[in-house]
């Protein structure tokens, strides 16, 4: 049973309704491309579609000769029927009974498959991991140990529920707890739906984080000389105050300022986000320092945690009391870790996957006889807490040998408002190089500024083309000081056509599709490299 579906309520009762009679659910990306959502209806033999619009099955029916299992696309809005579509289109209001059936209860096998959730496709088609209701339940059950929410916690709900940390915990894991729902509008109205709604817990990916703090950045830049140095005075005293209380620093007399700061301050910020979080939950991909200690800072308490689709997602969060940033914290109870010898971090317990469907070959790559999930990133366990240090298939091999995790760089780099998205590059190199698209009107405002072309220069050998490298490498610096003097960026090819998941650059986790990012500016990327034709992969 597939659900292509906005959170909302409907998404929940369609779930309940489903596995409560013993189906599989199938969850779909709205914003994925028809291409993407065609395999996974097919490779899962989904009988049942469930959408909103008519439009999408109109995206869709062309297709519909490459899903022979596909028996039935029920729509919710107005849908006019579609007699091209073979006879399987109809509107909700025609599928259902005018009245509902009495509530009916009946014991379920846990060890039975709930879902199949597909990965986001980053290194190759999405696979579907088989997850059971054992392994949800296990997994919402043993978070609940670390982060508690109580009956009188609400939620505000933005994140995808096809996504499988807003699933288990915006929506499983609350419901274990008795807490409130709400559903954010849309992204774009997410700033004012904080304001509305005054969540206590806040689920997010680091991108909404990132994105806070730059316009918070943003504004500063025209505010006092006063105004500026007050902010970072409160920054300051606030993460100091934040390590006193963790036990991990000591008392300092700048403290006695804080409830002032705090009211000129802090506080305010805190009100932009409903001004009543507890705990703000950041997972899904890395969570660079800088933007842990700048939310931490202002006391609004960011928890980061890690995990995977197929541990059910998740493996390890940070609780509020125990709250290492520069960590993705501790494992949940019941979930063994390990680090082999090459450094990767396996995991095994009730919450990892029953395996990939129709997929024994890739289930028995990730898990071992022994039941390790071997979880393709490379970790340290320091005082019970993991440490990420970078992805193995990830890793960046300059022809020196040095070894690079280009993540956290990139990072780093689109903490800069003039960089939407960037891909740090240099397998079999001399040196990194960087793909980056541009915010188009802050650098429509630099180029002025810069006297250069505002639709880019791309001419290697003109003047204005090393200016314009000049002036992003300068940027690049500034963003990378951190860094080892090896992990440079030398050479930067900018970009002013984001990558979507329309052009099949990102997955609908907004995660880079490398490879393909790679082959679609082979040529560009091969031009940074020009005098070095012994560079032959990216």
């Known amino acids: 049973m597939a659900v292509l579906l906005n959170n ?29 959502i065609v395999h996974i209806l097919r490779d899962s033999g989904a009988r049942f579609l469930l959408i909103k619009e008519a439009q999408t099955w109109q995206k869709l029916a062309p297709k519909k000769g490459q899903l022979p299992d596909l028996s039935r696309v029920v729509c919710l809005g107005e849908c006019p029927e579609n007699r091209k579509s073979g006879g399987i289109f109809m509107p909700a209001s025609l599928w259902l009974p005018q009245t509902g059936d009495t509530m009916h209860f009946g014991d379920g096998d ?32 043993s978070s609940l140990r670390l982060i508690p929410v109580f009956r009188e916690d609400l939620f505000l709900s933005f994140l995808p529920l096809s996504h499988a940390l807003e699933r288990m915990a915006g929506y ?34 680091p991108r909404i984080y990132e994105r806070i703090l730059l316009k918070i950045r943003e504004k500063l830049q025209t505010a006092s000389p006063t105004s500026r140095t007050l902010f970072n005075y409160t920054l300051h005293v606030g993460w100091n105050r934040f390590l006193y209380r963790q036990g991990r620093g000591g008392w300092q007399p700048s403290m006695v300022m804080w409830p002032l700061l705090d009211k000129l301050v802090a506080a305010k910020v805190r009100e932009r986000l409903g001004g009543r979080l507890r705990t703000a939950v950041c997972g899904g991909a890395h969570l660079s320092n800088e933007v842990a200690q700048f939310f931490i800072g202002l006391d609004i308490p960011v928890v980061q945690g890690y995990g995977l689709t197929e541990s ?31 450094g990767e971090l396996l995991v095994r317990g009730e919450t990892v996957m029953m395996g990939y469907w129709n997929n024994p070959e890739a289930t028995q790559e990730v898990i071992d006889a022994g039941g390790w999930l071997h979880t393709g990133d490379q970790a340290q366990i320091e005082e019970h807490h993991i440490h990420l240090t970078g992805r193995l298939k990830e890793i960046i091999v300059l022809s020196n040998g040095r070894k690079i995790p280009p993540s956290d760089m990139e990072a780093s780099i689109v903490m800069d408002p003039l960089f939407e998205q960037v891909l740090v590059v240099g397998e079999n190199a001399p040196y990194l190089s960087a793909l980056v698209v541009l915010n188009k ?10 006297n250069l072309d505002p639709n880019l220069p791309n001419l290697p050998q003109s003047k204005s083309y090393q200016r314009l490298q000049d002036v992003l490498l300068e940027r690049f ?12 960026v030398k050479m930067v090819c900018p970009i002013l056509e984001p990558w979507t998941v329309e052009n099949g650059l990102i997955t609908p986790t907004l995660k880079p599709k490398r490879k393909r990012i790679l082959n679609s500016f082979r040529s560009q990327v091969q031009r940074m490299y020009k005098d070095h034709p012994v560079f032959s992969r990216v």
């Open 441 to 450: 009107a802050k650098w429509r405002e630099i180029a002025k500024k810069q």
């Open 8 to 36: 909302s309520p409907n998404w929940v009762a369609f779930d309940q309704a489903a596995m409560g009679l013993g189906l599989v659910v199938v969850p779909l990306f709205v914003n994925d491309s028809p291409e993407n």
């Open 477 to 488: 610096e500034l963003q990378l000081k951190n860094f080892p003097g090896f992990a440079r």
């Open 110 to 141: 846990e060890k039975k498959l709930a879902t199949i959730v597909y990965t986001s496709g980053t290194t190759g088609p999405p696979k579907g991991v088989m997850l059971s209701h054992k392994n949800i339940l296990i997994n919402a059950y």
């Open 312 to 342: 059910s997602p998740v493996i390890s969060v940070n609780p509020i009391e125990e709250n290492t940033p520069e960590s993705v914290g501790r494992p949940l109870p019941g979930v063994e870790t390990k680090i082999d010898n090459n």
């Open 172 to 205: 499983y894991l609350p419901m274990m707890a008795g807490s409130t729902v709400a559903f954010a509008r849309s992204i774009a109205d997410l700033a004012e739906d904080l304001i509305t709604i005054k969540p206590t817990l806040l689920i997010s990916v």
